[in-house]
């Protein structure tokens, strides 16, 4: 098929570059952009290093039972396997690659609905002997391949190519969300459909009435949504309104902690607000774990943050949060002088981590239900830190070669 190259791209892009390119932040350089998810890696194996304070260094099995050491794993396999797909490989460079990649990506999604396969009762994961594959994960980097390569190379004004666009996007969505399929995990089904959203919205190509069908559409799903929660979804909504309604309560004592657990029945949220708002400056080292109305399950994973507030404090909190920031910041200034294809992967590369960091730290702070969305990079876990890695090399890639169509 011939490539699809619009002046219509062109002109939408210009005007957004034009904008990015008039901050003096000079931090395009791919080499500055790693040291951002090595330095929030290190902060992950410190905090969870700090969580082992009862694990025996003193022999083998200690170390190779250690949370904070499987990380340190997983990162530099991480780098390596997308450096290999990115670098060497470059899938993002052939639309056979793409295609290829979705394929087993979605095969291996499936594989584990149908086998109904669950750790820690949640049935979003593959065994693969001694290691744990989370297929969403590697969902999220196809997807933003996928629509990517239509927007900046087919001619969105065919309701064909429309099709073909919004056709892996849906399916996954599909396929994470719908209960019957499994244990129901709406954020990452929102988070998977983002970047096809946001890059259909500002795509020139796609006519105002597809658009305004569009927006009617999601208001009549997300009016569909709210009245097919489950119990335990519109219980995480509901410990999200009692803290924000809740003006007299602060999370000073046990039994202000204890009160609010009792009356929302969600333990988890309760006990990482009460953390993060209870935190020092420089943090503290002395665990949690001694006292028992601050107890944290998932301390490692979905609450992450709290744990780092605990032991690194609000200097902690706060940095974690500047490295995202200038994170974004960068690839905003890359994004200013790149390609039209380049540029949706950033767009839906960014949407994506950023969909990610709000959601964790949104549930962390009680302003969002729990959704079990890993902080990307922080969170305990190769799968995430997988994607999130592909996704980095993917946006800051700068070598200039063709796009093979065939």
Excluded at 4 to 14: D, E, V
Excluded at 107 to 128: C, H, P, Q, T
Excluded at 144 to 167: C, G, P
Aim: aromatic content about 14%; charged content about 10%; hydrophobic content about 50%.
């Amino acid at each position: 098929m011939k490539l699809f190259y619009s002046k219509t791209n062109t002109s939408l892009i210009n005007p957004c570059q034009n904008i990015i390119k008039s901050s003096t932040l000079n931090v395009m350089s791919p080499r500055f952009l790693l040291t951002i998810p090595v330095l929030l890696i290190s902060i992950s194996i410190w905090t969870l290093s700090s969580l082992e304070n009862n694990l025996n260094w003193s022999n083998l099995s200690g170390w190779l039972s250690s949370r904070a050491i499987r990380q340190l794993f997983f990162s530099i396999l991480a780098i390596a396997i997308s450096f290999l797909l990115v670098y060497i490989f470059k899938i993002h460079k052939k639309i056979k690659a793409i295609f290829w990649f979705n394929l087993i990506a979605g095969f291996i999604n499936l594989s584990v609905i149908i086998l109904d396969l669950e750790i820690r009762g949640a049935s979003r994961w593959l065994r693969l002997g001694i290691f744990s594959l989370q297929p969403s994960e590697i969902v999220k980097v196809g997807i933003v391949m996928w629509v990517s390569y239509l927007a900046a190379f087919r001619d969105l004004k065919k309701t064909s190519e429309l099709i073909w666009f919004w056709s892996l996007p849906v399916f996954s969505f599909l396929t994470i969300w719908n209960p019957s399929f499994g244990q129901s995990d709406l954020g990452t089904a929102l988070i998977v459909i983002l970047p096809a959203v946001a890059i259909f919205m500002i795509h020139p190509a796609v006519s105002r009435w597809y658009k305004t069908i569009f927006v009617g559409v999601m208001a009549l799903t997300i009016v569909f949504l709210s009245f097919s929660l489950v119990g335990y979804q519109k219980d995480r909504l509901g410990i999200t309104n009692f803290i924000l309604r809740s003006e007299s309560w602060t999370p000073s004592s046990s039994d202000d902690i204890n009160k609010v657990c009792n009356q929302t029945n969600l333990y988890n949220t309760c006990q990482a607000v009460s953390l993060v708002a209870n935190n020092q400056l420089l943090g503290s080292l002395e665990s949690y774990q001694s006292n028992r109305s601050l107890y944290l399950p998932e301390r490692q994973t979905d609450f992450i943050f709290a744990s780092i507030s605990h032991y690194l404090g609000i200097l902690g909190s706060f940095t974690v949060i500047l490295l995202f920031a200038v994170l974004f910041i960068a690839l905003a200034r890359i994004s200013a002088s790149s390609s039209p294809y380049q540029f949706y992967l950033i767009v839906g590369g960014s949407l994506t981590l950023l969909a990610q960091v709000f959601a964790n730290i949104g549930m962390n702070l009680g302003m969002l239900p729990v959704v079990g969305v890993p902080l990307p990079w922080l969170s305990y876990g190769g799968s995430h830190i997988l994607g999130s890695f592909l996704l980095l090399f993917l946006m800051t890639y700068q070598e200039k070669s063709k796009f093979e169509n065939g």
